[in-house]
Every structure is written in C-alpha cells, then in structure tokens.
C-alpha cells in the first residue's frame, strides 16, 4: 500500500514536468507563387518550339529575421497545349526578397518533364522581386534528352505580399507581419 503514494507522486512531477515548455520560436519563411510567361523548348532533334507557361512554386526556409534564407521548393510548371515539368529545388534568398520589398533569390534543383518524350535534369532560377510581392524570373533547364530550355516570367508570391510583406505600409498596413 505504500507504493500506491509514491506512484501517484512519481506520475504527479513527470506530468508536471511534461506539461512545462519554454518559448517556442518556429518562424520559419514560406512563399506560394504564381506567374506566366513564355518558354523557348529545344527538344533532342534540335527542333524548338515557344509556349506559355504558368509555373506555380510553393516552399519553406529560415527564419524571415535572417539576412539570407535558405529553403527547399517544389514547383508545377504547365506548358500550355504541351504537358508539365515537376522540380525540386532548393532556394538562396535576401532578407529583402524575404519580406516583400526589393531583393533576389537563386533557386536551384532537378525536374521532371511529362512530355515530349519526357526529360530530366538540372534547372536553375534567377527571381527578382519588388515591393507587393511582384517577381521576375529567369529560368534554365537542361536535360538527360538534350533537352534544354529557358523561360522569362512575371508573378506575384501571394505570401509575400501578405504574410511577409514589410513595404507599402503606408497604403496598406501589415497589422501583424511575420517578422518585423
């Protein structure tokens, strides 16, 4: 019967020791992208062929306080009346970038083309952005098929012109930014 106490103590402190946690910091920078724009296509025969595009990015990195992040994305790109390219990547980016004011960031990775024969291999990203979360990018792929490809697209990221944003407050504040 006299174990029956110190159970009961015992199970008490684990609990109460459970049940305390310190300050949790989990910013982290997220980006969710759409744009639109044109592609050059250069298939294995040397053919090549211009389409629109609408790749659409989504992805997660360090904290928005951090001068650089650095993040891991995964992009769907449809090229109208051809198919898709699925890629992985991860990005380099500027605390402004970040934050929705002017900035840069890298992306690189690896994708996969469903169609045409299918393709994969390396791409490489150059995104600019400005104030209200606007970007311009510059994209390269090449491929295992010969494939190779570049495209130029305009966009906006919808966190960072929400979430993230620190430019513009003046005409429209951000009550409660990620990070300020």
């Known amino acids: ?19 305390t946690s310190g300050i949790a910091r989990a ?10 724009g044109v ?8 053919s090549r062929h211009s389409r629109m595009l609408m790749p659409f990015d989504v992805g997660v990195g360090t904290p928005p306080s951090l001068p650089v ?4 994305g995964a992009r769907l790109v449809p090229y109208f009346s051809e ?5 992985a990547y991860v990005r380099l980016a500027s605390q402004g970038y970040v934050t929705g004011r002017w900035g840069a960031a890298i992306d690189g990775g690896a994708y996969t083309r ?3 024969g299918g393709s994969s291999g390396w791409l490489g990203t150059l ?8 970007i311009a990018s510059g994209t390269y792929e090449t491929g295992n098929t010969s494939a190779k490809t570049m495209s130029v697209t305009l966009g906006i990221d919808l966190l960072r012109l929400t979430v993230y944003r620190l430019s513009g407050e003046q005409q429209w504040p ?6 300020r």
Do not use: H, K, T
């Open 174 to 179: 951000n009550v409660n930014p990620a990070w």
């Open 127 to 134: 995104n600019l952005g400005g104030p209200w979360g606007i």
């Open 39 to 46: 592609a050059q296509l250069e298939w294995r025969d040397r």
């Open 27 to 36: 910013d982290v920078s997220s980006w969710l992208s759409v744009q639109l």
């Open 1 to 19: 019967m006299r174990r029956a106490p110190s159970l009961l103590v015992s199970a008490a402190v684990a609990l109460a020791a459970l049940s």
């Open 83 to 87: 198919g898709f390219d699925y890629a």
């Open 69 to 72: 992040m650095v993040g891991v």
């Open 114 to 116: 469903a169609f045409g």
